[in-house]
């Protein structure tokens, strides 16, 4: 669903995650490590997660679903029973907010499915 090459900077960015996560796990089995550390090292983590995950939003979904979109535009030969559906998403698709691109995602699979059935048929 999300092609390989939008994903490959969160994919790194989270293995650093896991590093800072493991980094964590073993300074909490150290008795001797200052419980400042151990937070500053929690806050970094939490940080990571949180640019991850608009990087996912913003980057990732949102290209991907501009891609899909445009696809189904193509697509669809004028008659496909979702013409008005899909202008729609083409025009809502600029403004868009980072928490509605899921429901589109899913909202364009709809889109895509349909369109297999008719052209299998």
């Avoid at 151990?38 to 990571?48: A, E, M, N, R, Y």
């Avoid at 535009?73 to 691109?101: R, Y």
């Avoid at 909202?107 to 008719?118: C, G, P, Q, R, T």
């Amino acid at each position: 669903m999300l092609p390989s090459d939008l994903t490959g900077d969160i994919k790194n960015r989270l293995k650093t995650i896991k590093g800072q996560v493991e980094g964590i796990i073993h300074m909490l089995e150290d008795e001797s490590k200052d419980p400042g550390q151990i937070l500053i090292q929690f806050k970094s983590v939490d940080k990571g997660l949180q640019k991850a995950r608009h990087l996912l939003l913003d980057e990732v979904f949102r290209k991907a679903l501009a891609i899909r979109i445009v696809q189904t535009v193509e697509s669809c030969p004028g008659n496909c029973g979702n013409e008005e559906k899909i202008e729609k998403l083409l025009k809502e698709f600029p403004d868009l907010g980072l928490e509605e691109l899921t429901d589109k995602m899913k909202e364009i699979a709809v889109f895509e499915d349909h369109l297999k059935e008719i052209k299998g048929s």
